[in-house]
Structure formats: structure tokens, C-alpha cells
């Protein structure tokens, strides 16, 4: 037996902006309302393929560097096609570091959370 990741919960000031930017990005549709927290997900809901993100509010200021990041793909466009887009929905590029030389492009969301565009494309589920 082994577990499955069904879940991410993300600590954010304002879900509703985080919500709308991540729905754009990996093409997922709001689940579920409450009074400080979106669930966020596939079409086919939770429990699917890939996990659900939980955008829970947290007003405490973001401290440090966060340890976990999400990596994304692009589906159906080739990386820059997909930087442009992530850009033009308010991505901003990110420094932490890196040579130039990697295959991968740093970014962050609305809210500053890091997370990279990776180079392959992969299918869609």
C-alpha cells in the first residue's frame, strides 16, 4: 500500500486573486467555497489524477523561503508559448540564483509563491 498526494494547501492573503490566477494556469475550476478557503481542482473533481489545491487565507507575512515549490508543464504549447502566457496572467520571473543556464524558467504567482516551468511538454490527462 502507498499514499497519494490529494491534496495541496497553499497559505495565502487573498484566495480569491490566488484562485483565478491558478484556475488560469493549469485550466482548474473552483470546488468548493468557504469562509477563508477555495479548493480549486480538475473538472472531475477531487480524488482524481491530480491533486486539488486549497487556498487557505493567512494574513501572518511570508517568512523565509518556502521549502516546497510546484514545478508545472506546459500541455499544449511549447515553453515560451507557455512563459508568455504565465507572464501575461501575472507570473512575474523570479531570481534565486540560477546560472541562465537551466532548463527551466523560476516564477512567481500574484503573491510571490515560487514555482518553475519545466521544458517538456506533457500530455494532457
Known sequence: MACRISELVLKCHD???LARFWC???DFIVLDREEDCIEIGPREGFGGPQPTIILSRNDEPKNGKVRL???VNATDRDQDAELERLLKLGARPA???QTGEE?????VDPEGNE???LRARLDPL
Do not use: A, K, R, T
Open 69 to 71: 515549490h510546484i514545478d
Open 15 to 17: 484566495p480569491e486573486v
Open 24 to 26: 488560469e494556469v493549469l
Open 103 to 107: 532548463s527551466w524558467h523560476v516564477l
Open 95 to 97: 531570481d534565486i540564483g
Open 115 to 117: 514555482f518553475c516551468l
